[in-house]
């Protein structure tokens, strides 16, 4: 079946630029999701990139989609503790809604 | 909007016993995903409708657990009898098909089974 991976934590100094990165196996995804899950809530959805699209940026979210390499990120600027959280990458294969969630990476954000 | 209402938010019962999740998607929304997500094994997604339909229920642990949408803006997951592995928190989404596919999730429900 599909694969999504992640790494599973990242830690950054408050102010840094953070990077998440994730890798998919399916070619033919429709669309990419990045959501933030925060202690004892469910997930948000940050946002979203089609994919036929390399990038896109929403404030202080870019999202970079590699296709050939099957290589997803979430870059975001000037890191704040507000943002320590779990991030999930999605994929939706254009089959009724259905998701591939991977396993998430833990981001720590350091005063 | 309410955004995807679940109930109860916790639920605490012994093993054995039935447990029942109640899920209320957005508005005319048209699919129902309901995932469930433990230390252990991440985010799971048990059983997904479309139309009020089960499409995949190849997620469902074992007969014990069940799933109804009876209308399209109401969703149960059943687990009878329940057993202490079943603890972990239970999140439903709902997306309207034709969109962006974006899955949008409750709050979850947080069972322990003791």
């Known amino acids: 079946g599909e694969d999504v991976e992640q790494s599973l934590f990242l830690s950054v100094r408050e102010g840094d630029s953070s990077v998440i990165n994730c890798t998919y196996t399916d070619s033919s995804s429709t669309y990419l999701y990045w959501y933030k899950q925060e202690p004892g809530a469910g997930l948000q959805l940050l946002t979203y990139?089609?994919?036929?699209?390399d990038m896109k940026q929403d404030q202080r979210l870019t999202v970079l989609l590699n296709k050939k390499d099957k290589h997803l990120s979430l870059r975001i600027a000037d890191t704040q503790t507000g943002d320590s959280a779990i991030y999930f990458c999605a994929e939706s294969i254009n089959n009724f809604n259905k998701f591939y969630f991977g396993s998430g990476t833990k981001l720590n954000v350091k005063p | 909007d309410a955004g995807v209402i679940q109930s109860p938010r916790h639920e605490v019962t012994e093993m054995g016993q039935e447990v029942t999740l109640r899920c209320k998607p957005i508005s005319g929304h048209n699919s129902l995903f309901w995932y469930r997500q433990t230390m252990m094994r991440g985010l799971e997604l048990l059983i997904y409708f479309n139309n009020n339909v089960p499409i995949d229920d190849s997620g469902m642990p074992e007969d014990r657990f069940s799933a109804k949408m009876p209308n399209a803006s109401f969703s149960t997951l059943k687990i009878q009898p329940s057993e202490p592995r079943d603890s972990a928190v239970y999140f439903c989404?709902?997306?309207?098909?034709?969109?962006?596919?974006?899955?949008?999730f409750g709050p979850g429900t947080r069972l322990t089974v003791l």
């Open positions: 989404a709902s997306a309207l098909a034709g969109d962006t596919d974006t899955q949008y």
């Open positions: 990139i089609f994919s036929n699209m």
